[in-house]
């Protein structure tokens, strides 16, 4: 087991949520290291927090521990769980936010045991009272088949998947970033079974692009470029600027692309 | 004494004020664990430091340092104090944002000896010249009474209090957190108090509440719901969405409970 | 080596770009101590993050790692580089971030050896892939010159500098902070040399100001004043308000001093 706790939350950072989420960590696990992956999901968007864990978690230690809390369901029947995946550990609500990590293979708990959450359980605010601990304990080496019953069939959330066509591939527009890049559905390896050694021929808001650059830099400033992104994905930009903003286009809005 | 010391602040996170200090405590105390509360305090609001420092503080180990600048007369006469209350200790400008910590007592020092200041104090920023080295030195086990003489009679904020009528409490919206869910004064306790089985009538912005829901999930979405927030006070929320924004309500605004 | 490093970007908090650099650095480097300097440097803005190193670096440990990742070029033909000065280490693009950095002698290294880079480096991400890898391998104690060979004539950003003129300086807004307040590029020094005994005459926006006031407090509530503010500059402020808004003034905009 690794001491990083990553924290993904919709909390914001104007109110302090999550430094008592990091306060509760702390009292248990002193020598935890927080790193925060953002607070800034949307309100409620599980799919979103998902994405994040997806194209995030690879990069840290074996044995991580990521504490995700989007829980629109906070004191109803949705249960409180921890997965292992990937050789690292998830702690969160089981309502799909987990939904992307669980594909080759898991195992995963209840997290039930009263000796892991604080002596009292609000039923409004259960990343400090039972999901913070339990991060916590975890890092502190306790076994997370300890918390509870092992459970299946846990919920899932589905992201729009991109749909291959005879000569071409229809996608979308999963995640805006603050440079306003449009990072797409469509990966590298989707794109090269497409292409081979042809250009592709991208289309995204009555615009096209031909052609793939290696990086934004290599269009003058000001022009739309398209890359495989640092995640490796299809991504729209503009170099030094915004393709959210030039091209009006945000998420959920459609791109395809086909052989030029 | 805890190696974990927090800041709550309105410097924002823009500027580098907030890094810089974190710089000064690393300088003199590498080992110290540092915990944002807030640094999105509104500018030079006293009162909802105090707020954020009663609500947040019982989360941290004993022996936690809690470091909080919000500090309008910096570089006037307003003393600089260290506080030990709760098991815990307190650093920042005597101007009441202690105000909520100090009912069940405290003991209060001057931050004076210029040995556990920056060697040159800057008259605009003592949150890195005199705040940051001194909640450093404590985590390194500096005993408060060494900083200098005791001081009493410390600088109190008030925050309006509820008010308990025959048959009604009368309180207040005293804080939007960033889900526009609406914190009030008015407590558990109280609200036992006044209606023992029975329902509470909750008037907020000539909407009509009736009722007291465990959780937010206890309503359809949208909806709103009467629920005793994670902090042990009456808050109005609405499932999946904003109080704030379906009421039209914001801080300072009066809520009504009577027995219905 | 001290094992702070310390983290200034234009990548802003709501992606997890930030968090993964996190994740690489204690994958490599568990005992890490990480600062965010901010995150929030307007995008591509190479000078803006200069000036938050230049104010800031001094008040960390000798041997602070200090990351900046402001890179436009990224993926281009800008040379990745570590440079040594005032005892620090500083990791990054060779595109200026470090021009105020290097006045009083430095050495520099390219950042070459695959061996201290992720397995896969991406065109577009080096601070993920490149940066924060080298930043934690400083850290673990590597010396900056086995990344690669020595490299002299570094890309340098120039700030406009203020004027010595007869009688009088001219100078401009060079950063406005979260509060309003308007740094400038006239030092204390300059002022000191300007008036000696006598009083300044500050002139900005059409407003004259008469005097230096030591701190905020000086003046009430709501009135102009200028200070020499905590970095050693002249600052014009309005004392619990924003002088940015009640002068109309921004960065860039000129301010000029005479003996009054």
Redesign the interface.
């Known amino acids: 087991v690794?001491?990083?706790i990553?924290l993904?939350t919709d909390?914001?950072?104007?109110?302090?949520?999550?430094?008592?989420m990091?306060?509760?960590i702390?009292?248990i696990a002193?020598e935890a290291?927080?790193?925060?992956?953002?607070?800034?999901v949307e309100?409620?968007d599980i799919t979103e927090a998902a994405l994040?864990l997806k194209?995030?978690h690879a990069?840290?230690?074996d044995g991580?521990i990521h504490l995700a809390v989007v829980d629109?369901?906070?004191?109803?029947t949705r249960r409180p769980i921890v997965l292992r995946a990937h050789r690292q550990l998830f702690v969160g609500p089981d309502n799909g936010i987990f939904s992307f990590l669980v594909g080759k293979g898991y195992e995963a708990w209840l997290l039930e045991a009263k000796a892991f959450r604080l002596d009292i359980v609000?039923?409004?605010?259960h990343g400090?009272?039972i999901f913070a601990p339990a991060a916590a304990h975890l890092a502190r080496g306790t076994d997370p088949s300890a918390f509870g019953p092992a459970v299946r069939d846990l919920v899932e959330v589905t992201a729009r998947q991109s749909v291959e066509l005879a000569g071409a591939i229809r996608g979308e527009v999963v995640?805006v970033?603050?440079?306003g890049n449009l990072i797409t559905n469509i990966s590298r390896e989707q794109l090269a079974t497409l292409c081979g050694e042809r250009l592709p021929r991208i289309e995204v808001s009555g615009r096209v692009l031909a052609g793939l650059e290696?990086?934004?830099?290599?269009v003058p400033r000001g022009h739309l470029v398209a890359?495989?992104?640092?995640i490796g994905f299809l991504?729209v930009a503009v170099?030094?600027g915004s393709a959210q903003r030039k091209l009006g286009v945000g998420r959920g809005d459609p791109i395809v692309v086909r052989v030029s």
């Open positions: 690794s001491k990083v990553t993904t909390f914001g950072t104007r109110d302090a949520y999550v430094g008592t990091k306060g509760v702390l009292r002193p290291a927080i790193v925060d992956l953002t607070h800034e309100k409620q994040v194209t995030s990069f840290f230690p991580a629109p369901g906070v004191g109803g609000s039923d409004t605010f400090r009272d995640h970033d603050s440079f290696r990086s934004y830099s290599d890359v495989i992104g640092s991504e170099r030094d």
